[in-house]
């Protein structure tokens, strides 16, 4: 890893879109600890998510603006694009439209943008779910076919990567892509499984298990520190992050109880038939190239169960 003394070297301004999103804000942390100057790209720019730091800048900017009200880059050396369409059903055609042109067609006229301000490095943020199933660890390589499963939101994803692609080329922008596994922590919708499971046992209430839905769960944290660090050292192309293990609905209630210290039940109710899950991720090349190294689900809870009783006291 690099030593503090490397921060004089690798500080660099950095634009993140969706700064305030869950996995943005993740970003825009890493970003700053490491001594990078941000540029946040967001809807409202006096959001008090973002008060309080010299070194954050804010600019009014949505997925849905004009291309001709995009603030101006100069000066800036990396993007990262983390913000995105995410429709209330990811399976639902009449929603299609919508995310091809928020998550497709704005990526790749936002690369363009990037080019024309002078940015060297696009880092976009895209699925890990994109791959078609080989019944192995999914590598970079793997033919991408998201059709089960979120298929709308993740075929825009893919069209994102293409279109993106396509513009770098174009442009000369070097283009990192990020294949991002489930990620988890504290600042996700408490709707989501992971917080509704750790709720329900430090309440003491039964965990009920109603999918049979497997995922490779990595720490927020983790990817932001891997997405800084590529766009720090400009890699390009197309990275896994994940933990490069699956994990079942059942086996992440009870890593939750275990790391809760509750005992509490888990009911296993009738199970959907509607998606088996996503394919864990080999994950070799953010390991050599990015010195990932994500922690495993059971530090992660307790980290995340940590960070969530701050917040509440």
Known sequence: MHSTADLVTTARRVAITGATGFVGGAVLAAARSRGHEV????????????????????????????????PSLQGVAALVHAAAFIPPDV???GAAEECFRLNAVATGRLVEHAAACGVSD????????????????????????????GAVYLSSK???????????ARRGIRLTVLRIASPYGPRMRPTSVVPRFIEAARAGKPL??????????????????????????????AVN????????????????????????????????????GFAELDCARARGELEFRPRTLAAGLRDMIAALAARST
Do not use: Q
């Open 241 to 276: 992050l994940g933990s490069g293990c699956a994990t079942s609905m059942l086996d992440l209630a009870k890593a939750v109880v275990a790391a809760v210290g509750n005992t509490v039940a888990i009911e296993v109710s009738d199970h959907d038939s509607v998606s088996a």
């Open 39 to 70: 540029v946040a790209l967001i809807r409202d720019p006096a959001d008090p998510r973002l008060s309080g730091d010299d070194g954050v800048h804010r600019s009014a900017w949505t997925l849905e603006s004009a291309t001709n009200s995009w």
């Open 208 to 237: 009920v298990v109603r999918s049979a839905h497997r995922a490779d769960l990595v720490h927020v944290d983790d990817v932001a520190a891997a997405v800084i660090a590529a766009a720090e050292r400009g890699i390009g192309g």
């Open 91 to 93: 399976n639902d055609l």
């Open 122 to 149: 696009f880092l976009y943020l895209s699925g890990g779910a994109l791959y078609e199933p080989r019944g192995r660890p999914a590598m970079e390589s793997d033919p991408l076919y998201p059709a089960g499963h």
């Open 158 to 168: 893919l069209a994102g990567e293409l279109l993106a692609a396509h513009a770098a």
